[in-house]
Each structure stands twice: as C-alpha cells, then as structure tokens.
C-alpha cells in the first residue's frame, strides 16, 4: 500500500505566502514524476507544477514565477512554495505521484493525496 499525505493548506490573505507538503509513503520502490493539481469549485482538476525524478519542472501559466516545486528525494517528498498568492489560485490542492511498487518495481501506479484546501481572501 502507498499513502499520499499532504499538508500546510489554510487561509492566507492575497499576495501572502503558503508552503504545500505531500510525503509519499508505503511499498515504494521509487518514485518517478511527482506534481500537484487544483481543483476550484465548479471546475475541472488542472495541473499546476510537475517535478520529474531528475528535477525537472514544468508549471501551469497562471502559477509561474509565482509557485516553487520541489522534492526531496530521500523524504519521498514534495514541496509547493506559493508565493504572491491571490484569490485565483483557492483550490482544493492534491499532490500527484507516479510510483513503481513491488520487489523489483515493476509495477507503476498512479497515486492522489487526499487533498488540502487552500483560500486566499482579497
């Protein structure tokens, strides 16, 4: 079994600052790419920033500049640094990871977080 579990949503006022965590947990062999996702009410889940296993990023339009991924490989973890926050960008954030499980990680998965909410007052 492989648990996502994210933390460090909340309220923060717009142009304040909000810190995502998301550790991976479980039978993992390893880890390949790893992201985090929004979804607002009344709409479709988007991607807001991926990070490969080597480090490689790519961020949605509307969050570059602005949001930070990053990941700890020996955390099994990844970090989304959310800065200039506006009211936009409230959301219920999951964190996404593409694992390889089993004794010789042959098997690749997909995996969500649980979510954790996130509201920026203006």
């Known amino acids: 079994q492989v648990q996502l579990v994210e933390s460090g949503g909340g309220l923060v006022q717009a142009g304040g600052s909000l810190r995502l965590s998301c550790a991976a947990s479980g039978s993992i062999f390893s880890i390949n790419a790893m992201g985090w996702y929004r979804q607002a009410p009344g709409k479709q889940r988007e991607l807001v920033a991926a990070?490969?296993?080597?480090?490689?990023?790519n961020y949605a339009d509307s969050v570059k500049v602005r949001f930070t991924i990053s990941r700890d490989n020996a955390k099994n973890t990844v970090y989304l640094q959310m800065n200039s926050l506006k009211p936009e960008d409230t959301a219920v954030y999951y964190c996404?990871?593409?694992?390889?499980?089993?004794?010789?990680?042959?098997?690749?998965?997909?995996?969500w977080g649980q979510g954790t909410q996130v509201t920026v007052s203006s």
């Open positions: 990070i490969t296993s080597g480090g490689s990023t």
């Open positions: 996404n990871a593409d694992i390889s499980v089993g004794n010789w990680g042959l098997i690749r998965r997909n995996y």
